[in-house]
């Protein structure tokens, strides 16, 4: 093994002790290490939503895992409001929890939720959406930026021939990092294209909550604008998505525009197999869930949780776990979401007449 490899194998390893410690330590800092390794641990998990069919298949796959597992878990969602999601987390943190994992609907308003659970010696997880301005113990998610880059890369395949590109952008809520860190993976596979006037984005915005009814408002903004002239929508989930498709339906042009977000959410499945929806990214609930589930008993059992990497959220580099995602396309739909189970062969062809379906696996 080349020295550099090696060395480079051991910086690997080295950052990883580092990492376990600094897991550990926060962990151990908020007392959450001196928990009884004996009772049955109880997770307390305060979602934003569950508007979007995402955030209940979450839903669904962390109380299925707790119950593999043998823990307890409360479950609280605030329905997009702050106030709600604090008083929420102010409920689990009196039910003493003994760890407490969060998708926060606005990730600067939960800081205030870490600073109370640590004071009460409860350790803290953002889960998939970073928690900003605060010190949790651990940041649990998918790569972001890299989906961000990959719905980039999907979207241009799905445009054949055409250039420059004319692009509209329908970004996420302005309140969840998550659509930062997108639009950093897009802006870096699009912005060498626009610098050659390859592709030319003529309209963008942000959908406020990540609301289809926004999103198809944002649609409808750039159809009136540019009339016919855009070729593809670059939308941060499917939920967008799906707005932003109502609206070029409305045009006659659904199927004719393409259309790539993120989630593989049934619907857009649908679409990506009826042709009116380019591409999704498919992200394994049950990858995220478990590795949250898993880090959260760590800590109140006082074990070293493993995060090779780590992300600056403003106020330190949190110790951070990463899961890989997919594309999908109509070449792929049965090797991904049918193959893993996530939806049935029934479910996404639905719209599709029989006779144009591919062959059931
Ligand atoms: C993001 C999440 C996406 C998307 C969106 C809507 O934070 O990473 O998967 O669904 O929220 O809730």
């Known amino acids: 093994m080349k020295l550099s490899a090696r ?24 007392g959450a290490a001196t928990a009884s390794a004996s009772a049955r641990p109880l997770i307390g998990l305060s979602l934003d939503t569950l508007k979007e069919e995402r955030w209940q298949r979450d839903r669904d796959a962390f109380q299925k895992k707790a119950d593999e597992l043998g823990v307890d878990l409360l479950i609280q969602a605030a329905n997009s409001d702050d106030t709600r999601q604090m008083q929420d987390v102010q409920a689990l943190i009196s039910r003493r929890v003994g760890a407490l994992i969060v998708a926060p609907h606005n990730g600067a308003a939960m800081a205030k939720a870490v600073s109370l659970a640590h ?5 803290v997880i953002s889960y998939d959406r970073l928690i900003t301005g605060a010190d949790e113990d651990l940041y649990v998610s998918f790569d972001t930026v890299r989906i961000g880059q990959m719905q980039a890369q999907a979207l241009l395949a799905a445009v054949k021939g055409r250039r420059p590109i004319r692009l509209v952008r329908i970004q996420g809520a302005k309140t969840d990092n998550n659509s930062f860190l997108l639009k950093q993976g897009q802006d870096q596979v699009l912005a060498p294209l626009i610098a050659k006037g390859e592709v030319k984005v003529v309209h963008e915005d942000w959908a406020e909550d990540w609301r289809p009814e926004n999103a198809k408002k944002i649609m409808n903004a750039a159809l009136t604008s540019h009339g016919h002239a855009i070729d593809a929508v670059l939308c941060a989930n499917d939920g967008t998505a799906g707005g932003a498709i109502q609206a070029l339906s409305e045009e006659g042009l659904a199927g004719k525009v393409a259309v790539v977000g993120q989630d593989a959410e049934l619907v857009a499945c649908q679409r990506i197999a009826a042709g009116t929806q380019s591409a999704t990214i498919y992200k394994p609930t049950r990858l995220e869930v478990g590795a949250a589930l898993d880090a959260a008993i760590r800590f109140i059992k006082g074990r070293p949780v493993v995060a090779r990497d780590e992300l600056d959220n403003g106020f330190g580099k949190i110790p951070t776990v990463l899961r890989d995602t997919v594309v999908v396309t109509r070449a792929n739909l049965l090797d991904t979401v049918v ?21 059931r696996p």
């Open 7 to 30: 060395s480079g194998l051991v910086a690997a390893s080295f950052a990883l002790s580092i990492a376990v410690g600094v897991a550990l330590s926060r962990g151990a800092k908020t």
């Open 119 to 123: 004071e009460a010696g409860i350790p």
């Open 339 to 359: 193959k893993d189970g996530y939806h049935s062969y029934d479910e996404v062809y639905d719209g599709v007449p029989a006779d144009a379906r591919p062959k």
